[in-house]
């Protein structure tokens, strides 16, 4: 029987990994990481380092999810919960689908901007455009898409890099910040909490769950622990290089910004730095080319960002609704609605307004994770879903208590926030009291909402057993030729829009 070399099955699983690292790449993250560094210099990259850890965990619960169950984390929602449930998850993964857009869609505007000085708003509509057009790609298979990302991150690589080594910053002091923790300065704590929280996106849950179906694996269960092994290596790979990418951001920031040779102007953009004071901040420290260099590396991550939110607002559509429409009908629906609140404030508040809806998004986002996080971790540990291929008793506990302390962070940032800002707010008294009286109420429900999802038993069977690893259907599989009906990946019929690689 001929079987691949071990090098080529796992290029043919290479591609759902890069997707699913943009979201760690995405304007929203820049900022964040700006800000860090610029406030702490290199003492939060351990940080960076500590969070893409936790996601590569948690991303690689999704690619199994998908690979044993043939079937993505919004199908399994449909299928386990009940329909007023099932409505609610679904409406909160589409708001954190465009909670995610927000920044992603700015973000490319800016980089618009500041390379053609277009106005942001029209920056907005380019980039739902160009989306759409990018998105094109998927006629001629999803692994031509895949490379055109993969292009854009490794254009974000080169010029972060070579913005670090023109900047040059201590060697020393990046690698004490990436392995000795501390929290010291005035906001050290929050900026953490922000940044941690920035890293872990729940539509990039759904989406890793159904890329990973895009590939042909075996129905065995040697086929389904290899697809396994291969998406996590991938997705180390990809992280890895997302990773490196934050390091350079935080780098050049803190470098950047802790120069002797400072303006009183700079100095104070430093202090409240964000996508678009950034490129000035660079032009006035380093040259024009430098602002050139961070635009170039800003539009290729709001871009390519603006990609992924659209594949996964697809997939969260389809699964949760079932809806049986043309690709380019859903594609432009999705688009639609995402950019539609980037557009409106970008033309009412401007750039300024812009920054801000960007800040709104990120607590959104922190808002919206336990709706996914949840579901994911307890159907990757769930006999009814995943039978054999269920988390081992070690993974189930590192699982929940990463999961449960992400959660708990996100709440604690969420709440912090808010009560602080209650406290310190300029509207009358009796305002504060009724926002009060309406909050309060409805952290508690959310609260709830949290341990209901937690607490509830699985009552859906969806697991099927896969056939037994036979040498003839080993071999059709290798082959590309379907077998008997047993030989088929189960429900796989759902996702036949799907191209798959040539």
């Given amino acids: 029987m001929f079987q691949k070399p071990g090098w080529r099955k796992f290029l043919s699983h290479v591609g759902p990994g890069f997707l699913v690292s943009l979201a760690y790449l995405d304007p929203g993250n820049l900022e964040t990481d700006l800000q860090a560094g610029a406030s702490h210099g290199y003492e939060l990259i351990w940080v960076v380092l500590i969070g893409l850890v936790f996601a590569l965990i948690i991303q690689s619960l999704a690619a199994n999810l998908g690979v044993s169950t043939g079937k993505h984390l919004s199908e399994l929602c449909k299928a386990e919960y009940p329909k007023y449930v099932k409505y609610c998850l679904w409406l909160l993964a589409e708001a954190a689908v465009i909670a995610a857009d927000i920044p992603e869609v700015i973000g490319t505007a800016f980089g618009l901007n500041i390379l053609f000085h277009i106005p942001v708003w029209t920056g907005v509509l380019i980039t739902g455009l160009s ?39 201590p060697a020393e002091g990046v690698l004490k910040g990436m392995f000795i923790p501390k929290l010291k300065g005035q906001g050290a704590t929050g900026d953490a909490i922000a940044l941690l929280g920035a890293l872990v996106m729940p539509h990039n849950l759904f989406l890793h769950s159904a890329l990973v179906l895009s590939r042909k694996i075996p129905p065995s269960v040697r086929g389904i622990n290899d697809a396994c092994r291969y998406f996590l290596i991938e997705s180390g790979f990809a ?40 490129s000035f901040l660079l032009k006035n420290v380093l040259g024009r080319s430098s602002s050139t260099i961070y635009a170039i590396a800003l539009l290729a991550s709001g871009q390519s960002s603006t990609i992924t939110g659209t594949y996964a607002g697809q997939f969260i559509m389809q699964g949760f609704l079932d809806l049986k429409m043309k690709k380019w009908t859903r594609n432009l629906m999705t688009r639609c609605i995402a950019i539609t609140p980037s557009l409106i404030v970008s033309i009412i508040g401007g750039s300024s307004g812009a920054g801000r809806l960007i800040i709104i998004a990120s607590m959104i986002l922190s808002f919206e994770l336990p709706f996914a996080l949840i579901p994911l971790l307890k159907f990757s540990s769930s006999t009814t879903k995943m039978g054999p291929h269920k988390n081992s008793i070690y993974v189930i506990v590192i699982s929940w208590i990463l999961g449960l302390g992400i959660i708990g962070i996100n709440i604690y940032y969420l709440s912090t926030g808010f009560v602080g800002w209650l406290l310190h707010n ?37 697991y099927i057993e896969p ?21 088929r990946i189960p429900h796989r019929e759902d996702l036949e829009d799907i191209p798959l690689p040539e």
């Fill in 131 to 169: 989306t759409l057009l990018l998105l094109g790609l998927q006629r001629y298979g999803v692994r031509k898409l895949e490379l055109l990302i993969a292009v854009l991150v490794f254009i974000m690589a080169a010029c972060f890099f070579g913005e670090m080594s023109y900047v040059k910053p």
């Fill in 467 to 487: 056939t037994k690893d036979t040498p003839a259907a080993q071999n059709n599989m290798e082959r590309g030729r379907p077998g008997s009906e047993l030989d």
């Fill in 426 to 462: 300029h509207l009358p008294k009796i305002t504060n009291v009724f926002v009060g009286i309406i909050v309060f109420p409805l952290m508690a429900v959310y609260i709830l909402a949290i341990i209901y999802l937690t607490l509830r038993k699985d009552t859906a069977i969806t």
């Fill in 239 to 278: 992280l890895f290089v997302a990773f490196l990418i934050n390091v350079a951001v935080v780098s050049v920031s803190g470098a950047v910004c802790s120069a002797d040779n400072l303006t009183d102007d700079s100095a104070n953009r430093c202090n409240d730095l964000n996508l678009n004071s950034a």
